[in-house]
């Protein structure tokens, strides 16, 4: 098993994203967390559609955003997502870098725990999901 699964995507910043002052508004990082964190998923074989077709879901309980420069509008970022399975418990933690012309902009992380969607309990992970790590990582 690897330490990390690490992913990339790129994405151009549109004009609703930036406020007055044509930076990034700083509410818009969470978002790109999270298309970091879908394309991850996607990418290695599990959609997050399929993690609640089959009656789990995974909440935010925990998040942080480090800012270390910004985007403006019409700039191409890197969000580099990964995560370590290693550390996979009742919660899931992922990593990001956030990247604008070759220059880190942001780091952060978000933690996620796992849910049965019908009661709304938190649970372990379910097998599927710690099957997908081992054939994956």
Known sequence: MNNQIVHSI???IPYADVDKMG????GNYLRYFEQGRTELMRN???PY???ESRGYILPLVEAHINWKGSARYDDLIEIQ???DPRSVNSKIRF???????????????????????????????????????????
């Open 81 to 83: 997502t990964s995560f």
């Open 49 to 51: 559609s399929e993690v």
């Open 23 to 26: 930076i990034v508004y700083n």
């Open 10 to 12: 790129f994405i151009r």
């Open 95 to 137: 990593d990001y870098h956030l990247f604008s012309n070759e220059r880190e902009i942001a780091t952060g992380f978000t933690v996620h725990t796992f849910v049965r969607a019908d009661k709304f309990v938190p649970v372990r992970p379910p097998k599927f999901f710690l099957e997908w790590i081992k054939e994956n990582c």
């Open 44 to 46: 290695f074989g599990l």
